[in-house]
């Protein structure tokens, strides 16, 4: 090794040692709970190691009702905001005239509190004694009939989370895409402007492959954060979204922690090394999919 690669080594070591304390050890300790059965948390003693924490958490109906919301609000949420971003920001970049004023407006949900902006859509959908919420005052001027959003039928519910969700990310993505747009090369529309390409033929040809790394970027991140979402249903739903049955696998780690049926950090483990081979997985098979794409194109 010479001179220049220790130097390089030596500018890595700070990071390095900052993954490792805060990244690598707290996932090897997480895996050394998963496998120590009938842990106690206050003697610190565990009776065996093995795979039961594993088997008692995808056993648990809470965990299976966690998981069942998450996957739902990814499929959901993660493609539906994704494309709703993608025509915002086209829209956005055909605009001349107070271009930055609108890109500003979009953005501002972005820099809002989560739990704020979700108290605002408890009110909004919220059926209380005195109103039955912003939301049903709309859906009576078209002659249908009141829904319970919070406490109602459980796609009620979940149409909530999942409205509420995309509602979060969008901003951030509209911002992304809005600087993937404004990088594509002019020439290049002028060029198939003169071919005669019409605006669809464009798009399809230009525009989305130019911006297509930014729109996988998004992808991925997107599944990353949907498989992470807890604070957004608290703030729907209340602390006790077991009872609500709008729980996620993140809330059942939370619970297995501190909630009411806490004092089980074995159980939390297995569930999150479960999610997070869930994540490692579909990420893989993103990542996977984007170079077998790469390749073909």
């Not at 001179?3 to 996932?27: C, D, N, Q, S, T």
């Not at 060029?191 to 399809?204: H, L």
Request: net charge positive; hydrophobic share 50%.
């Amino acid at each position: 090794m010479d001179r220049e690669e220790r130097k390089a080594w030596l500018y890595l070591l700070p990071a390095m040692i900052f993954l490792g304390i805060f990244m690598v050890y707290p996932l090897f300790d997480v895996m050394v709970y998963s496998v120590e059965e009938g842990y106690n948390s206050a003697s610190q003693t565990f009776r065996g190691v093995g795979l039961y924490n594993y088997a008692y958490v995808l056993r648990d109906p809470y965990f299976l009702q966690a998981l069942k919301n998450t996957f739902i609000l990814v499929i959901i949420t993660v493609p539906v905001s994704t494309g709703i971003a993608l025509l915002i920001s086209v829209g956005l970049n055909s605009i001349t005239r107070l271009k930055e004023l609108f890109q500003t407006i979009f953005f501002l949900p972005y820099v809002t509190n989560t739990l704020a902006v979700g108290l605002v859509f408890m009110i909004l959908f919220k059926k209380t004694p005195y109103s039955d919420g912003f939301v049903n005052l709309i859906i009576h001027f078209f002659g249908g009939s009141t829904v319970d959003f919070i406490e109602g039928p459980y796609w009620a519910k979940m149409f909530v989370m999942c409205f509420y969700t995309v509602w979060v990310v969008l901003p951030f993505k509209i911002l992304i895409l809005t600087s993937a747009l404004a990088s594509v090369d002019p020439d290049l529309y002028k060029a198939a402007r003169v071919d005669g390409a019409s605006k669809g033929r464009i798009f399809r040809k230009i525009t989305l492959p130019m911006i297509s790394p930014m729109i996988f970027y998004l992808v991925i991140t997107g599944f990353i954060g949907a498989f992470k979402a807890y604070a957004d249903e608290v703030a729907i739903f209340g602390t006790n979204l077991n009872a609500a049955g709008m729980n996620t696998i993140v809330g059942f780690v939370y619970d297995m922690l501190y909630g009411d049926s806490g004092g089980y950090p074995s159980y939390a483990a297995a569930a999150a090394l479960i999610l997070f081979v869930i994540v490692l997985t579909i990420t893989v098979i993103n990542l996977l999919v984007r170079r077998k794409n790469s390749v073909i194109s």
